[in-house]
């Protein structure tokens, strides 16, 4: 098999892999986003119920759906329970490296894990405000590193699968 | 570092019942087994091999012993033809690396052929003397079972083909390769090259005479036959040169320096008896468990995949499976958490981040690699073992399967 | 007529990124994708001319044209054949 990595997971993973919180579709979600896929090993949806109390835009509740290893599985629930009750403003500030370290600090190679949470509740906002019309000022108009991250990670599996087109002069 | 880890332990607690199936990547060593390792420890025997005094000579005894017990059972003629070394790993290093710098003069054109499921061990030994010395390292594709083709095979040996190594049997998937046809097809090809085969997971599954079947060097790993971790061999025929790639001061090997582990080569001998007393019921009754695992399984959890061949052109201990819609790595560590240990081929659980070579090469995706579990038996479980299983599985990937966004 | 090309000379030789890994692990999807054209390029010193040739075989792809594009690089074009 491949060349292994030793993972010694905190216990906080493992105690929300046995017990995910928010799990499942969220049947009056408000936005549905995900990121990575199948074939990335890595995938995470997110589902957002967002309202708007006395002009704030307010996540009233979170749910998601995860495929993935451990810390993926509990990097999802995680950031639900985070995200509970934030303004999107706030949840925009929750990086991948303040996810991490609420599930214990993940091992190095498993950032991808919170990069890819954070990744698809980034998407989530955008989305909510693409579709009322509005754009508020903190919401970058350029994509953060975790969001670029889960684009290229989609992308090269994107290019692997397809076609790659022969260079000029070949025909 | 340690304190996280034994945190981690004391959350994920010692289930009830326990069976363990990841033998691939080490095992239990058996009482017997401990027992004729501890008192070359401390009772006798504890000499270097190789210094002149009862004591050394008694560790020499042992080392001798184990040689000629193992030419026994490969039919290998003379003993002194084979290497100890502290693993398969090494044991392949040697062989790979110290054929090519052996034969480093002759690096630019030529060829060195693997197949593209070869262990690690003998693709990147291979990748790094050609990076060193020029040579070719050309991989040999596999069908949809892991088989490697004679007729393809063909095509790839020519006169400037110096070494070829396929394994007999593969670690991951268990195909086991008609290798009398693929030597026959290289020696008819090119009658100077050398082959090597990696027996690691063959040795004691399947018979194995390398005077017939015209093998010029053999891997073969202590802790796959339940023998200790820390101890492996290589044959080499008589006359093919090697260079050994580790240099420092020899004692009983000529080509692996180092003391040899007296007491790890006494528990591999005893291994090797144990293995070898009663090969033919061992085997079918593993085959037996085998199967009724792997029936078991397609039986009760849909949109499952069988990696490598079924039936008897497979290694009577392994099972490999795909679970469409769950993660490998997860997978495992929710088995863990019901007392069942096996490992996975998923990317998650790799250091690269990239799925089992071996599982992309026999055409598997990459998310039906991800999702693929390994188990490995023996003839140390039992038919319960293999009920708590079948009871467990379907269970542990149902809530998984609950939890993904794959649908 | 549904063509599929595939590149396999820039591919860093990681282990898994093997031109081979990759042309073994995509041929099965493409055959069953029911692609009638398969366009491959790659270095002959990777695989044989006539490894490829029979390895296509297998995934009932016959080769009809062979090109040499350069130093080394091979171009062929392989039908579906049932």
Same mark, same amino acid.
């Given at each position: 098999?491949?060349?292994?990595?030793?993972?010694?997971?905190?216990?906080?993973?493992?105690?929300?892999?046995?017990?995910?919180?928010?799990?499942?579709?969220?049947?009056?979600?408000?936005?549905?986003?995900?990121?990575?896929?199948?074939?990335?090993?890595?995938?995470?949806?997110?589902?957002?119920?967002?309202?708007?109390?006395?002009?704030?835009?307010?996540?009233?509740?979170?749910?998601?759906?995860?495929?993935?290893?451990?810390?993926?599985?509990?990097?999802?629930?995680?950031?639900?329970?985070?995200?509970?009750?934030?303004?999107?403003?706030?949840?925009?500030?929750?990086?991948?490296?303040?996810?991490?370290?609420?599930?214990?600090?993940?091992?190095?190679?498993?950032?991808?894990?919170?990069?890819?949470?954070?990744?698809?509740?980034?998407?989530?906002?955008?989305?909510?405000?693409?579709?009322?019309?509005?754009?508020?000022?903190?919401?970058?108009?350029?994509?953060?590193?975790?969001?670029?991250?889960?684009?290229?990670?989609?992308?090269?599996?994107?290019?692997?699968?397809?076609?790659?087109?022969?260079?000029?002069?070949?025909? | 570092?340690?304190?996280?880890?034994?945190?981690?332990?004391?959350?994920?607690?010692?289930?009830?019942?326990?069976?363990?199936?990841?033998?691939?990547?080490?095992?239990?060593?058996?009482?017997?087994?401990?027992?004729?390792?501890?008192?070359?420890?401390?009772?006798?025997?504890?000499?270097?091999?190789?210094?002149?005094?009862?004591?050394?000579?008694?560790?020499?005894?042992?080392?001798?012993?184990?040689?000629?017990?193992?030419?026994?059972?490969?039919?290998?003629?003379?003993?002194?033809?084979?290497?100890?070394?502290?693993?398969?790993?090494?044991?392949?290093?040697?062989?790979?690396?110290?054929?090519?710098?052996?034969?480093?003069?002759?690096?630019?054109?030529?060829?060195?052929?693997?197949?593209?499921?070869?262990?690690?061990?003998?693709?990147?030994?291979?990748?790094?003397?050609?990076?060193?010395?020029?040579?070719?390292?050309?991989?040999?594709?596999?069908?949809?079972?892991?088989?490697?083709?004679?007729?393809?095979?063909?095509?790839?040996?020519?006169?400037?083909?110096?070494?070829?190594?396929?394994?007999?049997?593969?670690?991951?998937?268990?195909?086991?390769?008609?290798?009398?046809?693929?030597?026959?097809?290289?020696?008819?090809?090119?009658?100077?090259?050398?082959?090597?085969?990696?027996?690691?997971?063959?040795?004691?599954?399947?018979?194995?005479?390398?005077?017939?079947?015209?093998?010029?060097?053999?891997?073969?790993?202590?802790?796959?036959?339940?023998?200790?971790?820390?101890?492996?061999?290589?044959?080499?025929?008589?006359?093919?040169?090697?260079?050994?790639?580790?240099?420092?001061?020899?004692?009983?090997?000529?080509?692996?320096?180092?003391?040899?582990?007296?007491?790890?080569?006494?528990?591999?001998?005893?291994?090797?008896?144990?293995?070898?007393?009663?090969?033919?019921?061992?085997?079918?009754?593993?085959?037996?468990?085998?199967?009724?695992?792997?029936?078991?399984?397609?039986?009760?959890?849909?949109?499952?995949?069988?990696?490598?061949?079924?039936?008897?052109?497979?290694?009577?201990?392994?099972?490999?499976?795909?679970?469409?819609?769950?993660?490998?790595?997860?997978?495992?560590?929710?088995?863990?958490?019901?007392?069942?240990?096996?490992?996975?081929?998923?990317?998650?659980?790799?250091?690269?981040?990239?799925?089992?070579?071996?599982?992309?090469?026999?055409?598997?995706?990459?998310?039906?690699?991800?999702?693929?579990?390994?188990?490995?038996?023996?003839?140390?479980?039992?038919?319960?073992?293999?009920?708590?299983?079948?009871?467990?599985?379907?269970?542990?990937?149902?809530?998984?399967?609950?939890?993904?966004?794959?649908? | 007529?549904?063509?599929?090309?595939?590149?396999?000379?820039?591919?860093?030789?990681?282990?898994?990124?093997?031109?081979?890994?990759?042309?073994?692990?995509?041929?099965?999807?493409?055959?069953?994708?029911? /692609?009638? =054209?398969?366009?491959?390029?790659?270095? $002959?010193?990777? +695989?044989?001319?006539? &490894?490829? @040739?029979?390895?296509?075989?297998?995934?009932?792809? /016959?080769? =009809?044209?062979?090109?040499?594009?350069? $130093?080394?690089? +091979?171009?062929?074009? &392989?039908? @579906?054949?049932?």
């Amino acid at each position: 098999m491949s060349s292994r990595i030793p993972l010694p997971y905190s216990p906080k993973v493992l105690e929300i892999f046995r017990n995910p919180k928010n799990l499942g579709p969220l049947e009056d979600a408000t936005v549905v986003e995900s990121a990575g896929s199948p074939a990335c090993g890595d995938m995470i949806r997110l589902y957002l119920k967002i309202v708007n109390v006395d002009g704030q835009d307010i996540i009233e509740k979170a749910t998601f759906e995860s495929y993935g290893c451990a810390a993926n599985i509990a990097a999802a629930s995680i950031l639900t329970e985070m995200i509970k009750g934030k303004r999107l403003e706030d949840a925009w500030k929750i990086s991948w490296k303040i996810l991490s370290d609420e599930l214990g600090g993940l091992p190095p190679i498993k950032y991808h894990c919170s990069i890819l949470a954070v990744g698809a509740l980034k998407r989530g906002i955008r989305a909510y405000y693409k579709k009322i019309g509005r754009h508020p000022d903190w919401l970058p108009k350029e994509l953060t590193i975790e969001e670029k991250q889960v684009f290229e990670e989609e992308e090269m599996m994107e290019r692997y699968y397809k076609s790659m087109k022969a260079l000029g002069g070949i025909r | 570092m340690s304190r996280k880890v034994k945190e981690l332990l004391e959350s994920h607690g010692i289930p009830q019942k326990e069976v363990y199936f990841d033998l691939e990547n080490s095992g239990f060593v058996p009482d017997e087994v401990v027992e004729a390792m501890i008192p070359y420890f401390n009772k006798k025997g504890f000499g270097h091999p190789s210094i002149t005094h009862r004591v050394g000579w008694e560790a020499l005894e042992v080392v001798y012993e184990a040689k000629e017990l193992v030419a026994k059972t490969l039919g290998i003629r003379n003993p002194e033809n084979i290497v100890f070394t502290h693993s398969g790993t090494e044991a392949n290093n040697l062989a790979i690396l110290g054929f090519l710098l052996k034969n480093r003069d002759k690096g630019r054109g030529k060829k060195v052929v693997v197949s593209a499921i070869e262990h690690l061990s003998i693709i990147f030994p291979a990748r790094f003397a050609s990076e060193l010395f020029g040579f070719k390292v050309v991989l040999v594709p596999v069908d949809r079972e892991g088989f490697v083709d004679p007729e393809i095979l063909k095509y790839y040996v020519d006169k400037d083909t110096i070494l070829v190594s396929i394994q007999m049997v593969n670690h991951e998937i268990g195909t086991i390769q008609r290798i009398k046809d693929i030597i026959d097809i290289v020696k008819s090809t090119n009658p100077d090259a050398v082959f090597h085969t990696d027996a690691a997971d063959a040795y004691s599954w399947i018979p194995i005479d390398v005077e017939k079947l015209d093998i010029d060097m053999l891997t073969i790993s202590g802790h796959k036959i339940h023998g200790p971790r820390g101890v492996g061999a290589l044959y080499v025929r008589e006359d093919v040169e090697l260079e050994s790639p580790l240099k420092g001061q020899l004692s009983v090997e000529k080509l692996w320096p180092g003391v040899e582990n007296v007491p790890l080569i006494a528990g591999f001998k005893k291994a090797v008896e144990i293995m070898f007393s009663n090969f033919d019921y061992r085997v079918n009754y593993v085959k037996n468990l085998r199967d009724k695992l792997m029936k078991g399984i397609l039986d009760r959890v849909p949109e499952v995949l069988v990696n490598g061949p079924m039936g008897d052109m497979r290694v009577a201990n392994n099972v490999n499976l795909s679970f469409l819609r769950v993660e490998g790595e997860a997978l495992t560590v929710e088995l863990s958490l019901h007392g069942i240990y096996v490992s996975s081929g998923s990317a998650c659980s790799s250091r690269v981040l990239e799925p089992s070579h071996v599982l992309l090469a026999i055409g598997r995706k990459h998310e039906e690699a991800h999702g693929s579990i390994l188990f490995k038996l023996s003839h140390y479980h039992r038919e319960e073992d293999i009920d708590y299983t079948l009871d467990t599985v379907p269970k542990a990937v149902e809530r998984l399967r609950k939890i993904s966004a794959w649908r | 007529m549904k063509v599929k090309e595939l590149d396999l000379r820039y591919i860093p030789a990681s282990c898994t990124s093997h031109p081979i890994i990759k042309l073994s692990n995509l041929l099965p999807s493409i055959a069953s994708e029911g /692609f009638d =054209e398969i366009r491959i390029i790659f270095r $002959e010193e990777d +695989i044989p001319e006539n &490894a490829m @040739k029979l390895f296509l075989s297998k995934y009932n792809y /016959f080769v =009809e044209e062979v090109k040499r594009i350069s $130093e080394g690089i +091979i171009l062929m074009i &392989a039908r @579906k054949r049932d």
